[in-house]
């Protein structure tokens, strides 16, 4: 086990956090994309609380044989750790338009996740997923 997937391992641990992964389909995943990837359905339980989401894989992890399916770390460094802020903080500091239809739905996946997040977990624990790099 590499140190990545070491640190991922030890903040599910810590956490008492559970992680599931899924494969769902081949498909486009992101908005407007036109390539297809591996969807999976990735899972993380924490007590009574869950948080479920899809997560795409990149092209490349996609096409390889036999399927390489997303890691905790993959999915734990991938995951919204800050208050998104108000849409056009968010497309100042990502650099979307605030005129674009996209960016406003980029911004409520992204500001969905964080509540997620902020939900399955304490301050002290984003602040241990912050660490994971």
């Known amino acids: 086990m590499n140190n990545y997937d070491q640190q991922a391992a030890d903040f599910l641990e810590k956490t008492g956090t559970t992680f599931h992964c899924e494969y769902l389909k081949y498909d486009t995943h ?6 297809e990837r591996d969807i999976y359905k990735i899972c993380l339980k924490k007590g009574r609380k869950r948080y479920t989401l899809r997560f795409g894989a990149s092209i490349r992890d996609s096409r390889s ?4 399916p997303p890691t905790p770390y993959r999915i734990l460094a991938a995951l919204t750790k800050y208050d998104p802020g108000e849409f056009e903080d968010f497309c100042t500091d990502c650099g979307y338009n605030e005129d674009s239809r996209n960016a406003e739905k980029i911004y409520k996946a992204v500001k969905k996740e964080w509540q997620n997040v902020n939900r399955l977990f304490s301050e002290n624990e984003i602040e241990m997923l912050r660490e994971i790099q």
């Open 30 to 35: 992101f908005i407007g994309e036109t390539k």
């Open 65 to 68: 044989y036999p399927k390489n």
